[in-house]
């Protein structure tokens, strides 16, 4: 007999589902908003959702699914993605996983909360993590766009990660990953994409005072620059590139140092700040933040984005590229 849940999916997805237990089957929702699940309050409705709490669950799930064809596709906090107005098709995985062993090589479920994880290494007097401090977010998804700040990326602690990989499990070096700055190679794949159940990050003993002062400078920073409406954090990924860092009037000397464009930099200096779609903002205190005002859709979104894109270009010649991802139905 068929499960009530997959009544109504294609036959060869009904196929692909029915042999998982009914923990898993019972729990299938339909047509769930997926603007709940995500920081910028914004996109349609997922045709099927699952919210995975146990690593091992999660495992069955997802190699069920990469083996039966069924469209699938994990989101960690929804702190870095942009749904569409009409959903997306298929499977989306809310990875609620969060189990822990912090150590100095610490094994944590891709669900964990990276904040969480900053505060329990503090904890355990361990440092590595201070960076970490305001980004929202799982582990998961930190790792899919090798998530970073002042200085600290989360490829730099990546020992070993627990992946599922058209439909085998597998544990894999960073390499894999193919990382670059806010990078990796599950962000061009999204043909067969991965599954990342959870990851071993390498922690060094520290000094609990130190740690602490670190991560409260860091905080301090980020409370005087970003905005505090939904987004889904800096929109465009910064340019790295001394030579134009060097000949670009107006930009301060750190970043020129390091050689760096910041997105900000150029949207701020096109006047963009404050500029409107519906109620999607340029956030008037931080130009890289695209904010939602209240009603905003996902169209208004990235309408807005690409306004931005084509301004910058125009002014500058300089193409900037998304570090917030467009999922779903577009
Ligand atoms: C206020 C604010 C500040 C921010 N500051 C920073 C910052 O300083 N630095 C920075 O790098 N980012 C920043 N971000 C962006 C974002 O928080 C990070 O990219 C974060 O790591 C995303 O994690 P997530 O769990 O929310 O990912 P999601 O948005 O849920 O997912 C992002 C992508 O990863 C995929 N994914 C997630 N989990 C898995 C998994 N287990 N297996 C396979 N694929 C998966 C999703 O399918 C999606 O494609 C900020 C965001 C906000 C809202």
Redo the contacts with the bound molecule.
Sequence with gaps: MIHPQLKLLPVPWQAALSPLPPTILSALRTEEPLKMHT?LRVGGPAQLFYHAQSRDLLAQLAIAVQQGGVPV?????????CFSDRGVRGLVIR?GCTNATVAPRADVD?GHS?MRLFQKSLNAELTGLEWAV?????V???L??N???YGGNICDLVSSIDVIERGERKTVSPDWMEFSY?DSR?RRDDTR????LGAELELSSGNRREIRLKARDIQYQRICK?PWEP????FFKNIHDHALADSMPGLPPLFKQRGVVTSAFLIDKCGLKGFRIGDAAVSARHANFIVNMGAATAADVRALAATVRSTVNERFGISLEEEV?Y?GDW
């Design positions: 920081t596709m994990v989101l960690g906090d929804g702190s870095n993605v990875n891709a990276l305001g980004i929202p977010g799982t998961g998804g930190a899919v766009s998530a970073g700040a806010r599950l994409p991965a599954i990342l970003q987004s889904a954090g800096s991802l999922s």
